[in-house]
């Protein structure tokens, strides 16, 4: 074979490749970029009660930006009861919340370490 044709069948390669190399590239870095946009719409709270019956939480929290909430004080039913578990008053915590029909509700809470 020339090595003329060798290079063309070699670039040919490349192009052929390049998109694959830059999806399965593009594919590595999402989960990374997906946990950092994760972590930005968590909100900054701090545990002021809870009342396992009641499946409620009671947060004293920053700014709840999807809810265009201000920072305060306020009670949160918990999607699932055994988020509450691990948590005690006066434990610093990230956590996500929507408006489920008028009723603010933490979808999601992690401790800070």
């Given at each position: ?33 997906a ?27 920053a ?27 006066g ?11 008028g ?11």
């Open positions: 074979m020339n090595t003329h044709l060798k290079t063309l069948l070699t670039l040919s390669a490349l192009t052929l490749l390049a998109p694959v190399a830059a999806m399965a590239d593009d594919a590595h870095h999402k989960p990374a970029a946990a950092a946009t994760a972590a930005a719409d968590m909100t900054d709270g701090e545990v002021r009660k809870i009342d396992m019956e009641g499946s409620k939480i009671t947060l004293k929290h700014d709840i930006k999807n809810l265009d909430m201000p920072g305060m004080t306020m009670v949160f039913v918990v999607k699932d009861k055994a988020m509450l578990d691990k948590l005690k008053a434990d610093k915590v990230k956590f996500k919340a929507i408006n489920d029909a009723k603010f509700t933490v979808t999601e809470i992690q401790p800070v370490r």
